[in-house]
């Protein structure tokens, strides 16, 4: 033991010249006490040198062996520190200081800034040493939650640190440590047996022990000792000396645990809290048995959501970090998006909620202690920060004027008018009281910040007008755009100009409300805009406004259409819900086409590899889809601008940004048709021959999944075209062709499946051989994506392909293709991590039965089946998950079953390659993007290596590359349309290479 107290004076001599290790801070008095006032210096760091205002907070371990935090104001001293005082509690042992500014914090590099507390009778005071121990080791969970992001000390060092703490105050810590200490000593397994031992013995021979006491000592027989024997014995020994007691909670909470349903979770979560509710008190004993009451109480407030009994009894005593998520879940969605509720109904409960709130706020929870009371409240500001402008709007709806404008006035505090919503209902508000000051600086700040809506918009009108009653409605619209600051404008110009794309716009052909038969193709010479919405999609409608705002510009403009696509409806009287809202909103002007389920909508999104709505597109003159846009930020004027922008610059807009064959052509191009074998289908396609050409080598290129033209345009980029063109300079003929239902080919894509893609493969085959340029000995197919499966394919089953290039196609089962593709998908988005697992484990439950009865007539059964099964294990999940990790997630469950009961979808599922890749016989070059996300380089490659014998397959995993074989940054799908390559060279190098040398 020698050694230990060595080790410890050594390390409580550095401990105590914080100062003099690094020269950032300097206490004093060096040795304080309890009761002491200390002066603290602090010497900023590089990150804080430069702030205005610099603050200090101080995290306090106790004599009781508790944390304590608080506030540590400083002021400037100099040019070089900051000065603070701080009079210690006390009961002060241990303290640990961080400093931030504005936009950082400084905690020392990460090692921590810290200072010990003498006792008044001289030593260290008692919790000193544990603090210290505890802070540096994250893993306990007994330090300040956040404090380092990855310093941690080894478990020897915790041991030791605890262990002096305890040999020197024996009167309390063996009581207040004993578990970490335990769990310290875990790396000295046979000294861990004594001292658990020891320690059990100890706490059960203590004159005054409490149930807590005697929970520790069971959790040591059970964790520690592993005598299930004595825990049990102890365990009936406790529940019959305190029948309602510690041990009876963590019974029922063990019950909570276990339930494996809905129901049968709302039942125990209910009868837990109801016998045992939760207590300040009983914080650190809930800890060390690891009971969770946030837990306990999400799953009673969200399955029982619709209960207004259960919310009524329980949400007064819920803890702090539910009500957020309470409020979203029972008031804002039935109120605000769903409008299933008036706010005359959800306002009791809201206003229960917000005084709740209140009480948290001004009384601090025991488990929110490492925030200081400054944080503390700005913290709790933060929760509500957003659904304030609820409050406010329901507030408003139910008469309550005064206390609505006072919230507002409020908000507008922190938000400075960067929320159109909470402008409008503050305007509305002031122009109720009359008060013109106050109203004319919302209606110019809102505007400034190109946060305004209609109302707004009309009202500023008003007021200018009526104090320049001469003013043309040309002035009015001057002045209005004066206010706008010129530099956010400017920005949204900077990002509009950058989202320019430019691909062949897909052609529909839609019913109108009330009138006929639209058709994109009989638009041709004018701009037209489309907003793909849905009765059931609040951000669609509430987008509305600023797309009325942008139509209304254009009223005049002949050569500017605007239509509302109404998409993905599954109600059948959508048509009325349609007409009805029209009318509430005063949108009786707007063009509403109506989708056929969401036939266009798909084409379109493909097209940019995007999905969601609200999806706006404009499209110019030439037919050329420019710009797309998906969801709504949340302001009409921004919005209108943003349409604007886009407009205008469509009609000025080229191609010359994305890579596209330029002349001269040293090769000439034909628009060919020919048919399948039954003369079922009639192809449209382009042929280009080299100059001069001869017995020339020749390739059908064969697309991926999705409608597209001859020239493989994918997020505005021609890569089919360029492929073409760069082969057929160097002496290769290369046939490219609309797919089904595109262009001048005829048939239905979406009824079409891999195999019958593969015959129209050799359809195209068939057709080179009739071409006297072509050598019939090298005659093959180029296939990227899917369009490499329906190579292998038609390889397999016909002589007459000599070649297979694939382009990042299948070597792996169409299943393993899915969820390998899914998951990367998944983890390049931005949803929570948590959202990431409930999308995964959803595509887990779906995908196997989509795959097992590919071939039965009741998969839809199957699948909706499979999605009550995993609709109650997610809930149950969600219960369990912190609030701020699960909001807004969506499964497009509906468009999934509709794709998927398809004879694609069910096709491509079942695709094997080892029925497929075993029975090429001819050259193969397999290509991937080593930044695929779609096609994954590795497993697909290693496939066609199982299957192909190695002299017959070439393979290539190319670096830096994507899905559509461009250089990438960030490789994901919504960067394709960003970048201007098109096809990397290299990989038109590496094809030419291959055909050439056979």
């Known amino acids: 033991m020698k050694k230990i107290f060595s080790l410890v004076a050594c390390c409580f001599v550095l401990a105590g010249l914080v100062k003099a290790q690094d020269g950032r801070i300097a206490v004093t008095p060096v040795r304080p006490v309890g009761g002491n006032e200390i002066t603290i210096l602090y010497y900023p760091e590089a990150i804080l040198q430069n ?161 807590q006491d005697l929970l520790k000592v069971y959790v040591i027989y059970r964790d520690f000792l592993k005598n299930a024997q004595a825990a049990d014995s102890l365990s009936k020994a406790i529940l019959a000396k305190y029948p309602g007691g510690h041990l009876a909670r963590w019974q029922a909470y063990r019950e909570y645990l276990g339930a494996k349903d809905a129901k049968a979770q709302l039942q125990t979560s209910r009868a837990l809290i109801t016998k045992f509710p939760p207590s300040e008190a009983d914080a650190d004993i809930n800890n060390v048995m690891g009971i969770d009451y946030n837990r306990v109480f999400r799953s009673l407030l969200m399955i029982g959501i619709q209960n207004d009994t259960i919310l009524k009894q329980f949400a007064p005593i819920a803890p702090f970090d539910r009500l957020p998520e309470l409020y979203y879940k029972a008031v804002e969605i039935p109120f605000d998006i769903q409008k299933s509720k008036t706010a005359a109904e959800v306002y009791p409960l809201a206003k229960l909620i917000l005084d709740r709130m209140a009480f948290y706020k001004a009384n601090k929870p025991a488990a929110s202690w490492s925030y200081s009371p400054e944080e503390w409240a700005a913290y709790c500001d933060e929760m509500f920060r957003y659904t304030n402008i609820i409050q406010i709007a329901i507030l408003q709806a139910t008469g309550r004027t005064q206390e609505a404008l006072e919230l507002a006035n409020k908000a507008q505090g922190y938000l400075k008018y960067s929320r159109a919503r909470l402008n409008d209902i503050q305007a509305a508000l002031l122009q109720g009281k009359g008060n013109e000051k106050a109203l004319r600086e919302v209606l110019e700040n809102s505007i400034r910040f190109n946060q305004a809506t209609a109302t707004i918009i009309a009202m500023a009108k008003k007021q200018y007008k009526a104090t320049h009653p001469k003013a043309t409605a040309g002035e009015v619209d001057s002045y209005l755009e004066s206010l706008k600051d010129a530099h956010t404008i400017e920005l949204m110009r900077e990002e509009v100009k950058n989202a320019i794309v430019s691909y062949t716009a897909e052609d529909f052909s839609l019913q109108e409300r009330n009138a006929g038969i639209v058709k994109l193709s009989d638009l041709k010479g004018k701009t037209v805009v489309l907003d793909f919405w849905a009765t059931w999609c609040a951000p669609c409608k509430a987008g509305m406004a600023g797309m009325k705002l942008a139509l209304e510009k254009y009223a005049n403009d002949p050569d500017v259409v605007f239509f509302f696509v109404d998409t993905q409806e599954h109600d059948a009287g959508y048509k009325e819900k349609v007409n009805a809202f029209l009318k509430q909103m005063g949108y009786n002007n707007f063009r509403v086409l109506f989708d056929k389920g969401e036939e266009t909508y798909a084409k379109y999104a493909s097209q940019i590899h995007t999905s969601g709505i609200p999806f706006k597109v404009v499209i110019n003159k030439e037919g050329k889809l420019v710009f797309a846009n998906v969801g709504y930020k949340g302001s009409p004027t921004a919005l209108a601008d943003e349409i604007t922008m886009m407009i205008d610059m469509a009609k000025g807009e080229d191609d010359s940004k994305v890579q596209a064959p330029r002349p001269p052509y040293p090769y000439t191009s034909e628009r060919i048709q020919y048919y399948n074998a039954d003369s079922s289908i009639h192809f449209g396609a382009t042929i280009t021959i080299p100059a001069n050409a001869k017995n020339c080598p020749a390739a059908v290129i064969l697309s991926g999944t999705g409608q597209q033209d001859r020239d493989g345009v994918m997020a505005g980029h021609p890569m089919f075209a360029v492929i073409a063109d760069e082969l057929s300079r160097k002496g290769i003929v290369v046939l490219r062709v609309d797919d089904r239902g595109v262009g001048e080919t005829t048939g239905d894509y979406y009824t079409t499946t891999t195999r019958q893609f593969s015959e129209d493969a050799l359809a195209g085959i068939n057709y080179l051989l009739s071409r006297k340029e072509v050598d019939p000995r090298k005659t ?61 484990a959803a595509n887990s439950a779906f995908f196997p039965v989509a795959f097992k009865y590919a071939d039965a007539s009741d998969l839809e059964a199957r699948l909706r089946e499979a999605y009550k099964k995993w609709h109650i294990e997610d809930s149950i999940f969600v219960a369990a998950q912190p609030p701020k990790e699960t909001d807004h997630f969506f499964y497009p469950f509906e468009g999934y079953v509709r794709q998927a009961t398809g004879p694609w979808y069910r096709g491509f599922i079942t695709y094997d390659p080892a029925k497929v890749l075993p029975l090429i016989k001819v050259p193969v070059l397999a290509i991937n993007g080593e930044k695929d996300i779609i096609s994954i380089a590795d497993e697909n490659l290693a496939g066609f290596k199982k299957y192909i014998p190695a002299k017959q397959l070439q393979t290539w995993k190319v670096p830096g590359l994507n899905h559509l074989y461009q250089h990438c940054t960030t490789c994901t799908t919504d960067e394709y349309a960003k970048l201007k390559e098109t096809f990397a060279p290299e990989v038109s190098e590496r094809l030419v290479s291959f055909i050439g040398s056979l």
């Open 51 to 211: 702030e205005n205002q610099v603050k200090g907070v101080i995290y306090m371990y106790d004599t009781t062996y508790r944390w304590q935090t608080f506030d540590l104001p400083l002021t400037r001293l100099g040019d070089t520190a900051w000065k603070g005082n701080f009079t210690l509690p006390a009961d002060a042992a241990f303290l640990a200081f961080k400093f931030k500014g504005d936009s950082a914090t400084d905690n020392r590099r990460d090692t921590g800034y810290f200072h010990m507390v003498d006792a008044a009778t001289g030593g260290l005071a008692a919790g000193a040493e544990a603090g210290y121990g505890l802070l540096r080791s994250p893993s306990y969970e007994l330090g300040v939650p956040g404090y380092f992001n990855d310093f941690t000390i080894s478990d020897t060092a915790t041991y030791m640190w605890l262990s002096n703490e305890i040999m020197r105050h024996r009167n309390l810590a063996p009581r207040k440590l004993v578990i970490p200490y335990l769990k310290a000593s875990l790396k000295f397994k046979e000294a861990t047996m004594a001292a658990a031992a020891r320690a059990a013995a100890y706490l059960s021979s203590l004159p005054d022990k409490s149930e």
């Open 780 to 840: 093959g197919l180029i296939g990227h994506s899917e369009g490499g499966i329906a190579a292998c394919m038609a390889a397999a089953a016909s002589e007459k392909v000599r070649f297979v290039v694939s382009l990042s196609s299948m070597g792996i089962s169409g299943l393993e293709a899915l969820r390998l593709q899914n998951d990367v998908i998944i983890d390049k988005s931005p949803a929570t991590p948590t959202n990431k697992i409930r999308f995964k």
